[in-house]
């Protein structure tokens, strides 16, 4: 929204300001001096209260007034023939309250959106900044994600709270809430609450809707939708398509991210050692075989955009309640592991060394192999090169176990006289 030449509207960068907790009076007078405009171009300020128990704002005595009049409030204002109808108390039974679907149109249009707002290069790949870089990523993320669900529902709505807007929509106030689960931090609990009647756990009120977040290295793998149920048939489609749109390109736009900072950690060691063995790579693409590194100890994967590839496709695939995927790769890219027994063995003898990679509570999390295999996997561990200050080994499925070696075997002279010059 901020990468065109044209100034939003006020109501679209207000709500991202507050979503994201800044000085909105600033960001106020920001806007005006660069539009010219005046109060009344700004809106009515309108003040909600929150109920002492629950939380839940109350509605105004009266629906407020639209923030501007008329047409082209919103950025997706040229989609209206499909998008939600706002209708009042007296239209309500008239009208439907929205179409069942998306259009194209107006799903290519969030997808630019996002793409914009986030495609920015991301910083420091090391593991300890990851976090609060993804935090700040997806803040900004699900405050798209409350634009396009209110450029979807219609104009009227007001915020009432940190991450909390009112909606006025046939006829009833909406509390609009995107917010982590408490019980499951991977989902995004979405819930339009009815301020009437604000118990969501009450199963003659309020439906559950929950939807897989495809394709997601970010934060959250799926949404929980709460709704009134006597709105869900007009209202679930046309909620859930836009939330889904903007996460699954905002999180497209976070594998792309990642993964080029992660690339980036590739040293010339790295580059030298997959020059030698590109072919032979290449021939085993199909053996989920990993090149593991051996310095100082520690054990570590050497980098290449392949290899970040393949342990972003396998961090989405583990299974984690907290852990983003995202945050799992980095990890396993940018981490360097304590030697287990299994590679101190395989070191020692120069020789393969085969055994089970450990599941349940027998996994370890600072065991690498245990990480770029399944649970359970039978697993050889063959030492290619050695050194007193470097190590090269191969992991493998125990099965491959031939086939890596007659491919490998050549190229062992070459390993030996890469890390003779390291």
């Known amino acids: 929204m901020f990468c065109s030449p044209d100034v939003p509207a006020w109501d679209s960068i207000q709500r991202v300001v507050q979503f994201l907790r800044g000085d909105v009076e600033q960001f106020r007078q920001l806007w005006i001096g660069a539009t010219g405009g005046g109060p009344s171009l700004v809106g ?5 209260a929150q109920t002492a128990d629950t939380g839940t704002p109350t509605a105004p005595a009266d629906p407020p007034s639209r923030v501007r009049g008329g047409r082209g409030n919103g950025p997706l204002d040229r989609h209206r023939p499909g998008h939600a109808h706002v209708v009042s108390r007296s239209q309500a039974a ?41 935090d700040r990523f ?28 009112l909606l006025h929509v046939a006829g009833r106030v909406l509390a609009l809430k995107l917010r982590p689960d408490l019980e499951r931090e991977r989902t995004l609990r979405t819930s339009l609450q009815d301020v009437a009647s604000p118990d969501l756990t009450a199963p003659d009120l309020y439906v559950n ?19 009134p149920r006597e709105l869900e048939a007009d209202m679930l ?3 859930r398509a836009p939330l889904l749109v903007t996460l699954e390109t905002g999180y497209a736009v976070l594998q792309r991210r990642a993964g080029a900072a992660l690339v980036a950690m590739e040293s010339s060691f790295d580059r030298a050692l997959y ?16 090149l593991l590194l051996v310095t ?10 392949d290899v970040v590839t393949r342990v972003l496709r396998r961090a989405h695939l583990t299974d984690d309640p907290v852990l983003a995927p ?41 065991d690498l192999i245990g990480r770029v295999f399944a649970p359970g996997t039978e697993v050889a561990v063959m030492p290619l090169a050695a050194a007193e200050r470097i190590s090269i080994l191969i992991a493998s499925p125990e099965n491959a176990t031939d086939r890596v070696a007659e491919m490998l075997g050549p190229a062992r002279d070459a390993l030996a006289r890469l890390i003779d010059q390291y």
């Open 44 to 48: 009515e300020a309108s003040g909600h």
């Open 94 to 134: 008239a009208e439907p309250l929205m179409a069942p679907r998306l259009p194209p149109s107006l799903a290519n249009t969030l997808r630019r959106r996002v793409t914009r707002s986030l495609d920015q290069p991301l910083g420091s790949a090391s593991y300890g900044d990851i976090g609060a870089q993804l």
């Open 138 to 165: 997806e803040q900004v993320l699900l405050a798209l994600c409350v634009q396009a669900v209110l450029d979807v529902l219609g104009e009227r709505a007001e915020p009432a709270g940190p991450g909390v807007h």
């Open 326 to 366: 995202v945050q799992r790769a980095y990890r396993i890219v940018a981490g360097s592991y304590p030697l287990t027994a299994a590679i101190r063995q395989a070191l020692h003898a120069r020789d393969t060394v085969r055994f089970q990679v450990a599941d349940g509570q027998a996994f370890r999390s600072d």
């Open 296 to 305: 100082r100890q520690r054990v570590c994967l050497p980098v290449d955009h």
């Open 209 to 227: 809707h929950t939807c897989k977040i495809n394709g997601s290295v970010g934060r959250f793998d799926q949404i929980c939708l709460t709704l």
């Open 237 to 239: 489609d046309a909620v």
């Open 275 to 290: 020059g030698k063995l590109r072919g032979p790579l290449g021939a085993l693409a199909g053996n989920d075989a990993w």
